[in-house]
C-alpha cells in the first residue's frame, strides 16, 4: 500500500509561479483540454493568470485558419479562452508590442513582426502561432496546485521551439528529475489499464 501511494503523490517542485515558467500537467489531471499537457504562463499577477499550452499541435497551417496571415508554420491550440483569438510567442527581441518571457521568448506581436515571419526576413526567428488561450480566475490555479493537477517547471527556448510538440511533455517530465519518472509509464488516457 506504501508503494501504491508514494507512486501516486505528486512532490511539488517548489518552483515559484510566475510568467516564463511551465506548468507541467500531472498524469492523473485526465481533463480533455489539459491531459499531459505543458503550458508556458504568459500572465501571473493578481486577477489574472494566462498562459499558452505549447504541446498541443494542431492538423492546420496558420494560413488555413487565419486567412490575413500568409504562413505556412502549423498552428497551435494554446487553449480553450477566445479559440478564435491569434497569439504568436517568438524570439525576435524588438517587437515593442511583445513581452520577454524568459530568454529568447517574447509573446505579442505587430504587423511588422507577421511580415518578417511571412518573408522569411530573418534566417534564425523562431516562432510559434497558437489559436485560443489557457486562463485562470483568482486562485483557482493555486487551488489547481494544491490538488496535484500541475507542478511547476522551468522553460527554455529549446523547449517552446525546438522540441517536437509530442515530445515536450516527456522531456519536461525527464527534465523534472527521478522523482517523477514514474510518470512516463503511466497510460495518456487513465481508463486504458
Known amino acids: 500500500m ?15 509561479l510566475e510568467a516564463g515558467r511551465l ?5 492523473y489531471f485526465n481533463d480533455p483540454f489539459f491531459n499531459h499537457s505543458v503550458v508556458l504562463l504568459t500572465d501571473f499577477e ?3 493568470t494566462a498562459g499558452l499550452i505549447i504541446n498541443r499541435q494542431l492538423p492546420h497551417s496558420v494560413h488555413e485558419l487565419v486567412n490575413d496571415i500568409k504562413v505556412d508554420d502549423p498552428v497551435f491550440f ?11 510567442l517568438h ?3 524588438s517587437c515593442p508590442e511583445a513581452s520577454r518571457l524568459l530568454p529568447g521568448v517574447f509573446v505579442g506581436y505587430n504587423p511588422v513582426l507577421i511580415s518578417i515571419i511571412e518573408h522569411h526576413a530573418i534566417a534564425n526567428l523562431k ?8 486562463g485562470w480566475s483568482p486562485g483557482q490555479l493555486e487551488h489547481e496546485l494544491e490538488r496535484n493537477m500541475w507542478v511547476v517547471a522551468p522553460a527554455t527556448q529549446s523547449l517552446v521551439f525546438d522540441t517536437p510538440a509530442e515530445d515536450i511533455w516527456a522531456r519536461t517530465v525527464h527534465r523534472l528529475g527521478p522523482g517523477y ?5 503511466i497510460p495518456r488516457n487513465l481508463t486504458f489499464n
Do not use: C, R
Open 181 to 185: 519518472e514514474h510518470w512516463l509509464k
Open 2 to 16: 506504501e508503494l501504491y501511494n508514494d507512486y501516486l503523490h505528486v512532490q511539488p517542485t517548489g518552483i515559484p
Open 23 to 27: 506548468l507541467v500537467a500531472t498524469p
Open 78 to 88: 494554446g487553449g480553450p479562452v477566445l479559440a478564435e483569438a491569434v497569439f504568436l
Open 127 to 134: 516562432s510559434k502561432f497558437m489559436i485560443g488561450y489557457a
Open 91 to 93: 524570439s525576435f527581441e
Open 46 to 48: 493578481e486577477g489574472h
